[in-house]
């Protein structure tokens, strides 16, 4: 059984450009939620999605930030018109469907996004 | 609201000798609490979780902590450190949805060194 796979794992832009981050969730997993780690400073959430819907993203920026989690393939999580404070990694975990108190979150090897 | 303080950026401890990683938590109900290791530039490895079961948590690699309600504490600990044991680790505290556990919130970080 796969892990949560993300990709790509390196991704270099230019300020001003689109960055375009996928995740792969473990299968059988339909809960998503993607992390912000920027340097020397821990995790920081963004935003949970269950298929076809977001739950919470109150961590998201307001502008340029979007995810989504279509009902076929992988979370996207897209930052338009990217400047140098957005370079950070980007890690996405999943977790199993259902309330479950303490359901694990599988973490992903992140994303590390590098804005020239 | 809940929050996690990581009470150090940095510990040091030579092989062998005994290790302890402190962490206070801040949390409006019984909470699920989790210590995730960070292993350079790896995703994040979940080392154990308390999830309002048995105080005293054994994890892998020999790490387990202790709940403390009267001290609102989740400390971190292994008899025995190990080369292999240098590595970021994360204290986390879950916001849950009607119960479930959900978004994490992460602590700081302690970077732990492993001297020979």
């Known amino acids: 059984n796969a892990g949560v796979m993300q990709n790509p794992r390196h991704l270099v832009r230019r300020r001003g450009q689109e960055a375009r981050l996928r995740c792969s969730p473990m299968?059988?997993?339909?809960?998503v939620y993607w992390y912000r780690q920027l340097p020397e400073e821990g995790l920081k959430f963004m935003v949970y999605?269950?298929?076809?819907?977001?739950?919470?993203e109150s961590g998201m920026p307001k502008e340029r930030f979007s995810a989504e989690f279509p009902k076929e393939g992988p979370s996207i999580l897209r930052i338009q018109q990217v400047v140098r404070g957005d370079s950070a990694a980007y890690f996405c975990?999943?977790?199993?469907?259902?309330?479950?108190?303490?359901?694990?979150?599988?973490f992903g090897p992140g994303t590390r996004l590098t804005v020239l | 609201a809940q929050s996690v303080t990581q009470l150090d950026s940095h510990v040091s401890v030579s092989e062998g000798t005994p290790v302890l990683l402190r962490c206070n938590y801040s949390?409006?109900?019984?909470?699920?609490l989790f210590w995730y290791v960070q292993h350079p530039n790896k995703g994040l490895q979940l080392l154990l979780k308390?999830?309002?079961?048995?105080?005293l948590v054994k994890g892998i690699n020999g790490f387990e902590a202790e709940f403390k309600k009267s001290e609102t504490s989740f400390h971190l600990t292994k008899p025995s450190a190990h080369m292999s044991d240098a590595a970021e680790y994360f204290c986390?505290?879950?916001?849950?949805?009607?119960?479930?556990?959900?978004?994490?919130?992460f602590g700081t970080g302690t970077l732990l060194a492993v001297q020979p």
């Open positions: 986390v505290v879950s916001v849950g949805y009607g119960g479930a556990t959900n978004k994490l919130i």
């Open positions: 999605l269950q298929k076809e819907n977001i739950i919470d």
């Open positions: 975990a999943s977790s199993l469907p259902g309330l479950a108190k303490g359901n694990e979150q599988f």
């Open positions: 308390y999830t309002s079961a048995a105080t």
């Open positions: 949390s409006s109900y019984s909470p699920s």
């Open positions: 299968k059988g997993h339909s809960h």
